[in-house]
């Protein structure tokens, strides 16, 4: 992780994982009804992320942006992200309509009306009963349509009509993502997400499904880019999960990240890496006769 952060120009803070037998039977949260998440690994998926939201709290952090350790983004990921930036900042139709100048004075990143940015997704959708709150904008590092995985190709086709085309972006409220391997966060936003799961009020499934059902009821708000800008990186067998029982349940056969893919980035910091560090000293001395 650190590496590829290190290639796109990203300074980390690293949060350790938890698992679920770490945490003490006193810390563990209340649940719903008999959706009793002890021992699972879905709850130290939780601790982990509600770890995050707490530094952030504890740190007065005014904005951050959350990725787990298993992804692939794309290498101009800092130019993506000043894109998306400049749209909810200076252009936010969905907020603001045809007065987005109304938005020009303020002075947090990426505005001051959400709470998440999804930017990293597995799966979900936008509120069909609200298609008309987004907007499109053009990104030279959005991939092709057709070079996206199935369900954000659905999306960009079926519900923003776009074909082939490569070099655009649509925002649009959040409404039911899954996965959480790459998000925004505002400080108001971690704590909203701190006592709505788990830190105050109870829960009792996995972290990126309570972050869906809450947005989709309202008590979280934000915005999602299609495609992705973060996506997941596959390696094969058990070291793509630590808590999906059956990748958990596979040997761990891969040979690691030298045979990784990944799905919808038109440049892969990970893939970039082997261009960008690879080095042959003696044989380039050689070739230039020296």
């Not at 001051?112 to 940015?117: L, N, Q, R």
């Not at 499904?209 to 996506?231: C, D, F, N, Q």
Request: hydrophobic share 35%; charged share 25%; with cysteine.
């Amino acid at each position: 992780m650190s590496l590829i952060a290190a290639r796109a120009g990203l300074k980390l803070t690293l949060i350790p994982g938890v698992t679920a037998d770490s945490i003490h039977p006193k810390a563990m949260p209340p649940h719903i009804g008999n959706n009793n998440m002890t021992g699972t690994p879905a709850l130290g998926v939780w601790r982990a992320h509600a770890n995050v939201w707490k530094y952030m709290l504890d740190n007065d952090v005014e904005s951050a942006l959350v990725i787990e350790d298993d992804v692939d983004f794309d290498v101009n990921i800092k130019d993506i992200m000043g894109k998306l930036n400049w749209q909810l900042r200076f252009n936010n139709t969905i907020r603001w309509g045809k007065e987005v100048e109304k938005g020009w004075g303020e002075e947090c990143p990426y505005g001051c009306d959400w709470d998440e940015i999804f930017i990293g997704s597995c799966g979900g959708k936008p509120n069909r009963d609200r298609l008309d709150l987004h907007q499109m904008y053009e990104d030279a590092h959005a991939p092709n349509v057709s070079s996206l995985p199935n369900w954000v190709r659905r999306e960009m086709t079926t519900m923003w009509n776009l074909t082939e085309t490569d070099g655009l972006r649509v925002i649009s409220p959040t409404w039911s993502p899954l996965c959480t391997m790459g998000y925004g966060l505002s400080r108001m936003g971690a704590m909203r997400m701190l006592y709505q799961i788990g830190g105050w009020r109870p829960f009792g499934y996995p972290v990126d499904l309570e972050i869906a059902w809450r947005t989709a009821e309202g008590k979280l708000s934000g915005y999602t880019i299609s495609p992705p800008a973060v996506t997941s990186w596959r390696v094969g067998g058990a070291q793509d999960s630590d808590n999906d029982a059956g990748m958990d349940a596979s040997a761990v056969s891969s040979l690691g990240n030298i045979q990784g893919r990944s799905e919808g980035i038109k440049n892969s910091v990970r893939k970039s890496l082997a261009g960008f560090l690879e080095k042959d000293y003696w044989g380039d001395r050689a070739r230039m006769g020296r």
